[in-house]
């Protein structure tokens, strides 16, 4: 899909297959992992997220939903290193991760700490 929707010989093909992979994109990112992390399955919900993170990386959606899976999971360190990367390119807003309850493992870090501005 990534192919065809760069491929400018066929406008309609190309526009296609955009549609299609926005629509995979809100799935993976966002329906998906809401619902796996609801049933207590974080594991799959990071599945998910990996899968829209490879569609669209540049959006925060997959930064954060990565980084709750990965805090769920127990991977504390993973967790700081997305958010990290993700603060780094301009994709987090610090200050909303100190509100956002899923966090709460990662605050007495100080790597997470470091974040603050």
């Known amino acids: ?10 406008p309609a093909r190309a526009a296609a297959a955009s549609r299609m992979l926005a629509q995979a994109y809100t799935h993976f990112s966002f329906y998906l992992p ?3 992390l609801d049933h207590d ?15 669209y990386d540049g959006l925060p959606r997959t930064w954060l939903g ?9 991977r504390l360190q993973d967790a700081v290193e997305v958010l990290a990367e993700g ?11 100190q509100e956002d ?4 493992p990662l605050r007495t870090r100080e790597d997470f700490q470091s974040l603050s501005p």
């Open 87 to 97: 603060v780094e390119r301009g994709l987090i807003d610090v200050e909303d991760l």
């Open 1 to 10: 899909l990534e192919a065809d929707a760069e491929d400018d010989s066929d």
């Open 101 to 104: 309850k899923d966090f709460e």
């Open 66 to 74: 990565r980084a709750r899976a990965l805090t769920r999971l127990g």
């Open 34 to 36: 809401r619902e796996m």
């Open 41 to 55: 399955e974080p594991w799959r919900a990071l599945t998910a997220l990996e899968i829209a993170h490879r569609i």
